[in-house]
């Protein structure tokens, strides 16, 4: 799939720790220096899923396969960075590669770690870096408004094309990110090859201290109310604490780790599913007794595309799927059961594939 989620925020706010908490193939060097990480780290993350695991305890298969997104840890940027301060310029280039972002924000006192911005402020904070991208956005705009301009005189489309162009450039005057203008399907062409910083989904993440890892804190709610005004999803961790449980191999001195902070989950695993979820994307899967497998697929793909994941050979033979529901799966405990309960379907090309899906696809080589 290669879609990836990018790790943003001011220097020191905890980036790079909960980076290395996520990634299981990447380490970013996580210190507290203003520029410790200067090209940006790219780490495969699992994604927990509870349904794979009781897929794999009815099939029992020689081995299991978790599905996987890719983030990316982005050095911090800093006011001014539109105008290339700092390593502005690059930073800028690194967020407009990502799919979606993962903004950290700083919810905690230390006055060990290192800040440049004065008093903890974390609504402060998503607003320096909110107005770092849309500065940025807004010279890409004009720029292609200008050249736009010229050619509206006498072509017509070039004319629809300026006006949306121009409404972006007032939204974004305005301090607004482009994701909360309503663009049209059909106007979005128009700004598609500008990859705006802007038009990217946002998620939150407030990283608190650990007496407010379970109730969040003064800060974290001030983030949440913004949050919330902008349809946006805040979730609250302790980022190092995090770190710690992911670097335990021993699942029985994980579980007491977890225990002992009265925690149930890891918070990356919700973390992890709303990147997941904020890139669009389903799961569908395959299950047999050599593998059950997880599968990465964009929201409103067919069924040919999604057996391409698997092999792109899959896609130019196929002929047609076998397709049981996951909780008709569960209920009736194997793939025989399902066939012979009616459960499992036969659908051709045009069939668009649900999350949870249990596929097998028939083709030609």
């Not at 006192?109 to 940025?136: F, H, M, S, W």
């Not at 001030?222 to 995090?242: F, K, P, R, S, Y």
């Not at 994980?254 to 994307?281: D, G, V």
């Amino acid at each position: 799939m290669a879609l990836q989620a990018g790790i943003v925020g001011l220097p020191n706010v905890g980036k790079s720790t909960l980076f290395n908490a996520v990634s299981n193939s990447a380490k970013a060097q996580a210190s507290n220096y203003r520029f410790c990480t200067i090209d940006p780290n790219v780490g495969l993350v699992d994604v927990p899923d509870p349904r794979l695991q009781k897929l794999a305890e009815l099939v029992n298969p020689e081995r299991v396969v978790p599905t996987q997104i890719e983030i990316v840890d982005i050095a911090g940027l800093v006011r001014g960075a539109s105008k290339g301060e700092g390593l502005g310029n690059k930073f800028l280039g690194n967020i407009r590669e990502v799919d979606a972002i993962i903004h950290v924000i700083r919810c905690f006192e230390d006055e060990n770690i290192l800040r440049d911005e004065g008093a903890i402020n974390p609504v402060g904070d998503k607003e320096i870096i909110d107005t770092e991208l849309q500065l940025k956005d807004l010279e890409s705009v004009e720029k292609k408004a200008q050249r736009t301009e010229k050619l509206a005189k006498t072509d017509p489309k070039m004319k629809a094309e300026l006006e949306v162009l121009k409404r972006c450039q007032a939204h974004l005057e305005q301090g607004k990110s482009i994701r909360s203008l309503d663009i049209s399907k059909e106007e979005r062409p128009a700004i598609a090859d500008l990859f705006l910083l802007t038009e990217k989904p946002v998620l939150y993440v407030a990283n608190v201290d650990e007496a407010s890892m379970h109730t969040g804190n003064k800060y974290s709610d001030a983030l949440a109310q913004m949050a919330a005004a902008e349809g946006a999803e805040i979730i609250i961790m302790n980022n190092t604490i995090e770190a710690q449980i992911s670097e335990m191999e021993n699942p029985d001195d994980k579980q007491l780790f977890m225990e002992e902070y009265k925690m149930k989950a890891p918070a990356l695993n919700r973390l992890i599913h709303s990147a997941y979820q904020l890139l669009k994307l389903y799961t569908y899967f395959t299950a047999g007794v050599q593998e059950v497998r997880a599968w990465t697929i964009q929201q409103g793909w067919k069924a040919p595309q999604a057996a391409g994941v698997i092999h792109t050979d899959f896609e130019k033979g196929f002929i047609k799927a076998e397709v049981i529901g996951y909780d008709d799966y569960v209920q009736y405990g194997s793939e025989s059961a399902c066939r012979e309960a009616g459960k499992l379907r036969i659908e051709g090309k045009e069939y668009i594939v649900k999350d949870g899906d249990v596929m097998h696809f028939r083709f030609n080589v």
